[in-house]
């Protein structure tokens, strides 16, 4: 256990390299201008936020009955005021002077020269709230211990080890922020031009995520920049991590398991035994199943079924709305369609939600919208046409021939020369 507590520390180190925590990195940065102990109140208010919501967001959802999209909007809230607050100086003033007024009814209990420590606090709570991160194995495990209820030494340690590591990185960047701020006279002068562009820099990290804007920002940065997704794969996708995860995995109810996400992998795995079938999965040369099951279809005035698509060229995307990987594909699938529909491609999307939330027929409506989706997409809420093709990974992507057989199949992101080529191969069949 002692290295699974190590990893989980380096993981937690290197989240600052993850596009999740990015929209609060300027945020930290400028907020930390003020007295030299804020930084440290930064990094321990988001330590601290961020470790009791891990905790306990799960198990309150297993208590209460209520959407959790609610925390993004609140996160969206808070990122919009604080943005506001930048530019409007009145704003701020006012805050800051609610702050020094919540300061200085502890200053009973702490010491008074404080030097901005409670305000960094209150300010980090805040993002702790806010910053929803990646979850790659190791924080999916702690996410999905705390959700049933284990609560033993090692779900503290593993939580101990990830926050500690994860203040590291933040106090540093807080600290350089406090000392640009505070001693480079050059930019001291213009602090408040600065703030007010930060303040426009929050504002629309705050509409991208109202919007979901920002998982197509992540998905553009991990294929820019591949080696961020390669750091996690060291750190969380080796043997000794995944044998002492399986360990931890063991004391579980099957149940209880849902879905575990790798982008080094560009996929996500279903982990539910309910959301598994037995069986062998289907594999290139198999007959491709009808989609039976399907709750309704969206994006189109008919059903579809394959029999009636018999001597068309199909490409079938399984995905999830929130799903960063399935939003990748998403383009690609675009491409295709006005590139080869005249040709006998059809392009059919299944989706098929990762969790409860998604089976929002309304948000998964503003779903297509938002992605300008210009295909027909079937709703399987049920998971029955995914049981049917024995699927495993969001997004998986299959090519079915003119016969009805399939032709190629892709588990994740990625792999689009292939899958083009396969495509035109398909469709030149006879």
């Not at 203040?167 to 640009?180: D, R």
């Not at 309910?274 to 069986?279: C, E, F, P, Q, R």
């Not at 690609?332 to 491609?345: E, F, I, V």
């Amino acid at each position: 256990m002692i290295l699974l507590y190590l990893f989980t520390f380096l993981a937690g180190l290197t989240t600052i390299l993850s596009p999740c925590i990015w929209p609060i990195l300027p945020i930290i940065f400028i907020t930390a201008s003020g007295g030299k102990k804020k930084p440290i109140g930064i990094a321990i208010g988001v330590s601290i936020s961020f470790a009791i919501l891990t905790l306990l967001v799960s198990y309150l959802l297993k208590i209460f009955s209520f959407d959790p999209i609610i925390f993004r909007y609140i996160a969206v809230a808070i990122l919009l005021f604080l943005g506001i607050s930048l530019i409007v100086p009145k704003i701020m003033a006012w805050f800051e002077s609610g702050v020094s007024k919540l300061s200085s009814k502890f200053s009973h209990y702490t010491n008074s020269n404080s030097e901005g420590l409670w305000a960094g606090l209150v300010t980090g709570l805040a993002l702790g709230v806010v910053w929803t991160p990646c979850a790659g194995p190791i924080l999916a495990t702690i996410a999905t211990l705390a959700s049933t209820q284990i609560l033993n030494t090692t779900i503290f340690i593993m939580i101990g080890a990830f926050t500690l590591g994860l203040a590291i990185p933040l106090f540093l960047l807080a600290l350089f922020g406090n000392k640009i701020t505070n001693k480079t006279k050059s930019i001291s002068k213009h602090t408040g031009q600065i703030q007010k562009v930060f303040g426009v820099i929050i504002v629309l990290i705050s509409i991208s995520i109202a919007t979901n804007f920002d998982l197509i920002l992540q998905s553009q940065i991990y294929k820019i920049f591949p080696q961020l997704s390669e750091v996690t794969r060291v750190i969380e996708n080796n043997k000794i991590v995944e044998k002492e995860l399986e360990e931890i995995h063991k004391t579980l109810n099957e149940e209880e398991q849902s879905v575990v996400c790798r982008a080094d992998q560009g996929r996500c795995e279903a982990t539910n035994k309910d959301l598994v079938s037995s069986g062998k999965p289907l594999e290139v040369g198999n007959k491709a199943p009808e989609l039976t099951g399907l709750t309704e279809w969206l994006n189109t005035d008919k059903e579809y079924s394959l029999n009636d698509l018999n001597g068309k060229v199909v490409v079938l995307e399984f995905w999830s709305m929130d799903c960063v990987n399935c939003v990748d594909v998403i383009p690609h699938l675009k491409k295709y369609k006005a590139m080869y529909s005249d040709d006998g491609l059809v392009v059919l999307g299944i989706h098929t939600p990762e969790f409860k939330p998604e089976k929002n027929s309304n948000r998964l409506k503003n779903a297509i919208r938002r992605y300008k989706i210009d295909y027909p997409v079937g709703v399987d809420n049920d998971y029955k046409v995914w049981k049917t093709y024995k699927n495993k990974y969001w997004p998986t992507i299959y090519v079915i021939g003119k016969d009805g057989t399939i032709v190629y199949k892709h588990e994740g992101r990625d792999n689009y020369n292939q899958l083009q080529t396969q495509i035109e191969k398909a469709l030149h069949q006879l």
